[in-house]
């Protein structure tokens, strides 16, 4: 079988030139520390690894939005305590006012501490959560939650803001549930109705002790009223803090898993690459070898 | 007995040897020339002398010299060029497509997951007008990176069109060198003897014209070849020559596409008229790789700008007014063949709620029906009446009427990316919050809540109030404008009711006399139902049924596995050509070794035909002394 010369020294520089492509690939991957250096490497594993980036960056949106959940949770717990510290003060100042006879100046000077507390109560509803919202803007309120000038009124939509993705958890609280809606003796009611309406019984000087007695004694009612709102939507707090805690962790975990399959799909396993390269280097010597070889055997050179 | 015969021998057989020297050093020099068939002197006796006592030889003669050369052997390695050719023109421009795509780090995926991410603190803190600076901004980013990869397929589309063009300019020069050889070849032959060189320059010829497209031929009796396409256009027939040109393309102007000038008319050439080349396996990506890669951007452009349009219309602003559309993007545009005969105007359109499908489209008439091609795949569906809705897309007649023959585009998905943009400046416009809120009655003693809520269409009665009543053992009834005040509805928790354009999912116990009221948002700007509905598109599989991004890695890995393909093919093809090379250069080839061999063996047949004459001039001297 003939072999033309030209075409022999083609197929040895052609040889050699493969080799060299390959070198330079294997290089590429590790000094880009990537085992996929474009999609045409390997397309399921280009699109996988696609679609692990973005749930990488998903989990992160997640985590954020949680972790907002968690602060604006917590203060409304921190704001739900002072409530329920405030209101434990009004009514222990309301036992003492039931107890035995009060003098005029007694009744007046405990008709300025509850105004007193009234006030500090109203500035509690209100409280901005920090970045524009209240704590207890229901579905969301640009200005102070409630009227507590006279007749209390609750200004947004009742109920409660939600964020989430795959989950929902509050940011915003129902002010509405919490203070409005108060037992009282004349039906439902707000809670600064009713200290209005015993601090004006305590104000009056032709009330009767009876009636004074009475109105305590319906406040006191109000206030276990307001506790029991307080206590419940603690409760509903505490348990949305624990979910999103228990959130937190698995968001954690599914970020490291996900991280860890995309490491598997685009990073290079030096250990196999270096070896790979090992043995590229050698093929290329043998065909440089095998190439200097051959083309010094002429018979030119015997003649 | 004659010693000039003698002499004469000695002399034929020395110029046989001499030719064969040169013959040898020919082939030596043109060792490496591309092309080059080895050259061999063919030789025969001279003819004999009859005589009494037997036939005498009157030596050698030179018939001919010829090339080595088969003629099977050359048509297969001209049909092998023409694959490998096609598979690595295609291939190359893949690579190059695959590699600009490849970074992922910066690519169309990671700005709509931005975008997502600043919708999400947008949904955090609704009223925060920074908040909503970011997410216009990265509205821009994400609109700027679509239309750049749109650029990208753009300019490698002009990459083809102009390799087309030094393709065409390359081929027709050959074709007119091919006719000159021809013709020398021709008046050469009719001397008799093969003239070797050029025939091999008329073979490398071939095969440079197989490089670009693939040619069959046909060998004269007076030596010429008759070159035709695969498709069977004649190219080069005697003196007449073909001449390809690319002109704009009559149906889709902004692509060119080839012809055929012949005399009196264009002939429009196809690719697979072409047969095989380097320009089949552009016109192949051109117009499937990269039409399918455009195709995709546009359908997932169309889809992102048309989910959060849909979306921001069915909310609310701040100011209460209803949401402008956040993305701008063009819709589909027909244009008619230049060289219709009719006055027909057809228009198209999208349909509400349906995705894009990604092709354009391309609507002919043959005199009595319509015939609508999808060109992605070629899927036809005929039309006799209109308007008609294919893929989505509500195509009419609008004017005039077409003739037999007459031909339009539908520029689809194709035009989407390039002109993607956003189209509000400000933040402060985006529809953050919904129309209508619900409310549980301040006076409810059960627990009836609402477990989701959602606005599906602006109709005419979306902000109408709406009231829900329990009766607390096991029935609901619900009264406003627009609902039919239905009585006795059984309630079970999670039903849903829809009125007026919203959806309403109950939960809980209700106790008798318990409501629920829909009325009008009157705080839109802290609402962020709507940004949450904005931020759940991005997990929505409204993409051909994938997500925004798992669109973005289907387009990925559809032109990868195409770049892997085209790969393997060009691999395969080029290990045919190297196979179909290697064969012919067994048969054709110079061998340095070999000519070495040859070159000591005419030598010594020199230098015995030098003898020989020596020996006859001896002979002739001796004869002379002998006479004195």
Known sequence: ?303 | MSGGGLLNLGSTALQAAYAQLQTTGHNISNVNTPGYTRQTVNLQTAGTLQTGSGFIGRGVAIQTVTRSYDQFLATQVGVAQAGASADAARAEQLTALDTLLGDTSNGLGVAIDDFSASMGDLVNRPFDSNARTVVISRANALAERIRGVADSFAQASQAVEQRLQQNISTLNDQLVRLAGVNNQIASLSASGQPPNDLLDQRDQLLLGVNKILRINTTTNPDGTVNVFSAGGQSLVVGDSVAKFAAQPDALDPSKLSLVLKTVGNDVPVSAAMLGGGSMAGLLRFRDEDLAAASGRLGQLAASIGTALNTQQALGLDPSGAAGAPLFAFPGPQVSAASGNAGSAVLTASVTQGSGLAPSDYAVGYDGTNYTVTRLSDGQQSTVSAWPQTIDGLRLDLSSGMPQAGDRFLVRSASVVAANFSVAMASGARLATGLAVSTQTGAANRGDPAVAAFSVDSVSANLTQPVSISFDGAGHLSVSGTGTGNPTGIAYTPGMSLSYNGWTLQLKGTPAAGDTIQVQPNPSPGTDNRNARAMLALSDARITAGQTFVGAFADLLADVGSRAQGAKSSADLSQTLLNGAQAASSQVGGVNLDEEAARLLQYQQSYQAAAKLMTAAQQMFDTILHAMG
Do not use: C, W
Request: proline share 2%; net charge negative; no cysteine.
């Open chain 1, 1 to 303: 079988m003939r072999v033309a010369t030209s075409s022999a020294y083609d197929t040895a520089i052609a040889n050699i030139n493969e080799r060299q492509s390959q070198l330079v690939r294997t290089q590429q991957q590790l000094s880009t520390g990537r085992k996929l250096l474009s999609a045409a490497d390997d397309p399921m594993a280009a699109a996988q690894a696609e679609r692990d980036r973005s749930h990488l960056q998903r989990l992160d949106l997640a985590r954020r939005m949680n972790d907002f959940a968690r602060t604006q949770l917590g203060q409304a717990d921190n704001i739900l305590g002072s409530v329920s510290d405030l209101a434990q003060t009004i009514r222990e100042g309301f036992v003492q006012a039931g107890n035995g006879a009060l003098s005029p100046s007694d009744r007046a000077t405990l008709a300025t501490q509850f105004q007193g507390y009234r006030d500090e109560l109203a500035r509690l509803v209100n409280t901005g959560d920090g970045s524009g919202s209240f704590v207890f803007g229901g579905q969301g309120a640009s200005s102070d939650p409630f009227a507590t000038a006279g007749t209390a009124a609750y200004v947004p939509v009742a109920g409660e803001q939600k964020v989430g993705v795959d989950f929902e958890a509050s940011t915003v609280l129902d002010g509405r549930q919490v203070f409005m809606g108060v037992a009282s003796g004349s039906g439902a009611s707000d809670i600064f109705s009713i200290l209005d309406g015993a601090i004006a019984t305590l104000r009056d000087p032709a009330a009767t002790q009876a009636s004074v007695a009475a109105r305590v004694q319906s406040t006191l009612g109000s206030l276990d009223s307001l506790l029991d709102h307080v206590s419940q939507k603690r409760t509903e707090v505490g348990e949305q803090l624990r979910q999103a805690d228990a959130r937190a962790s698995l968001l954690e975990a599914n970020s490291a898993e996900t991280q860890r399959q995309y490491s598997e799909l685009m990073d290079v396993d030096y250990a196999k690459v270096l070896s790979d390269f090992s043995n590229s280097q050698t093929a290329q010597q043998a065909a440089m070898k095998t190439y200097a070889e051959i083309s010094r055997m002429k018979l030119f050179d015997y003649l």
